[in-house]
C-alpha cells in the first residue's frame, strides 16, 4: 500500500481517561478531532477508576468516531487505515478502543495500526508545526509519565531520562489532594499559586544537578512535613513554592539535556505541559541558549486521537498494517536506542 499526503488516517484513543477520535490526512493535516473527557465522572473519587472509564469509553466511543467522521466531512471510503492506541495505558480502557478499530479496519477492509501512546505524543507537536528539525528533545511530562527523550529522527528515539517515582502530574496530584484543592490537581495548584510567593518556601529540588532521572516523591513529602510542622502556613504559598520546585528541576533538566545531544529545540507535551510557568519558564531558557522552545497547544499535549492517527500514518508508512492478533497491551514500551 502506499502511504502518501494523500492517505487518510482514522485514529482512536481511549487508553485513559479521554475517548478521542481524529482524521488525519498525509500524517500532518487534522481534518478533525474529536475529544470526549471523563474527567467530571473521576473528580469524586480523587483520580482514574478503570472500572468506571471502560464504562464510559464503550458508552461514547461510537457517537465519538461517528462526529469526527461527520466533522471531517470525509466518506467513509476514504479512509485508508484505521490507527488506535494499543498501550501503554488501562488494559479495560484500551480494549474498548482496540476492539472497534479493529471491527472498522475488518468492516471497511483496510489496514489496522496499533499505536504506541507514548510514541503518538511525540508526534503531537509535529501537527502544529511541520518544519521541526531533528534532532529534538521532548519533554513529556503527564500523569502516568515523566521523560526526556531524544528524537534523533521518525522511530528513532532515545530515554535520556526519566523519574525514578512519581510522575510530575501525579505529584501536582497527590499535593493537590493534600492541601484539599481538588482533581485535577495541575490546575488547581497552578491557580492556587497565582495568590502566593514562589520563593516563600525553599523546597528540595532533588537530583537537580545529578544526571536526567527525576524524583519527585521526596518534595511531595517535604511539602507534607512542612505544612505539619507549620499548620499556620498559607496555602497559596505552599503551592506556589511547590510549583516553582518542579518547574525548576524540569526547566534545568531539559535545557541540560538539549545542550548534551545538540538539540535544535525542546518540544513540550502531556497534560502538565499546560501549566503556564513551566511554558514561561522553558521559553525563557530556550531563547537564553539559542534553541527553539515549542509549546504545542493544550489540546494537543493532552490525550487526543490526532497525534494517534499521526503516529499511525509514521507507522504504517515505515512497518505496514500491524497484525489483527496485536492485542492491548498495558506496559507498552517505546523500543528506546541505546
Ligand atoms: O496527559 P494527561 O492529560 O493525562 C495523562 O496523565 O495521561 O495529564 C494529566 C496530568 C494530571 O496529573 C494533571 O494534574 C496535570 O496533567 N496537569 C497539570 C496542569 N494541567 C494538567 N499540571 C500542572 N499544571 C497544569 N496547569
Ligand atoms: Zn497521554
Not at 466518506?75 to 501503554?88: H, M, N, S, W
Amino acid at each position: 500500500m502506499v502511504v502518501d499526503d494523500a492517505t487518510v488516517v482514522l485514529g482512536i484513543e481511549t487508553s485513559c481517561d479521554e475517548t478521542a477520535a481524529a482524521i488525519v490526512m498525509g500524517g500532518y493535516d487534522v481534518i478533525s478531532s474529536v475529544v470526549s473527557t471523563q474527567v467530571d465522572l473521576h473528580a469524586e473519587f480523587g483520580g482514574v477508576v478503570p472500572e468506571i472509564a471502560s464504562r464510559a469509553h464503550l458508552d461514547v466511543l461510537n457517537p465519538v468516531v461517528a462526529r469526527a467522521i461527520v466533522e471531517a466531512g470525509v466518506e467513509e471510503e476514504r479512509i485508508d487505515a484505521v490507527a488506535c492506541t494499543v498501550g501503554p495505558g488501562l488494559i479495560g480502557a484500551l480494549l474498548v478502543g482496540v476492539s472497534a478499530a479493529k471491527s472498522l479496519a475488518l468492516a471497511w477492509d483496510v489496514p489496522f495500526v496499533g499505536v504506541n501512546h507514548m510514541e503518538a505524543h511525540l508526534y503531537a507537536a509535529f501537527l502544529e508545526d511541520r518544519s521541526l528539525e531533528f534532532p529534538l528533545l521532548v519533554m513529556l511530562v503527564s500523569g502516568g509519565h515523566t521523560m526526556l527523550v531524544e528524537m534523533q529522527d521518525h522511530g528513532r528515539y532515545r530515554l535520556v531520562g526519566q523519574t525514578i517515582d512519581d510522575a510530575a502530574g501525579e505529584a501536582f496530584d497527590k499535593v493537590a489532594r493534600f492541601l484539599d484543592l481538588g482533581y485535577p490537581g495541575g490546575p488547581a495548584i497552578e491557580a492556587e499559586s497565582a495568590f502566593g510567593d514562589p520563593e516563600a518556601i525553599r523546597f528540595p529540588r532533588a537530583m537537580m544537578d545529578d544526571g536526567y532521572d527525576f524524583s519527585f516523591s521526596g518534595l511531595k513529602t517535604s511539602v507534607m512535613n512542612h505544612v505539619r510542622k507549620n499548620p499556620g502556613v498559607g496555602t497559596a504559598d505552599v503551592a506556589a513554592s511547590f510549583q516553582a520546585a518542579v518547574v525548576d528541576v524540569l526547566v534545568t533538566k531539559a535545557r541540560r539535556a538539549a545542550a548534551e545531544v545538540g538539540a535544535t529545540g525542546i518540544v513540550l507535551g502531556g497534560g502538565v505541559a499546560a501549566n503556564s510557568l513551566l511554558r514561561e519558564e522553558l521559553l525563557e531558557a530556550c531563547e537564553r541558549d539559542g534553541i527553539q522552545g515549542f509549546l504545542p497547544s493544550r489540546a494537543m499535549c493532552t490525550d487526543n486521537a490526532a497525534m494517534i492517527a499521526a503516529a499511525g500514518w509514521h507507522r504504517l508508512r515505515s512497518d505496514g498494517p500491524t497484525p489483527l492478533d496485536v492485542g492491548a497491551t498495558p506496559n507498552l514500551r517505546l523500543p528506546f536506542l541505546d
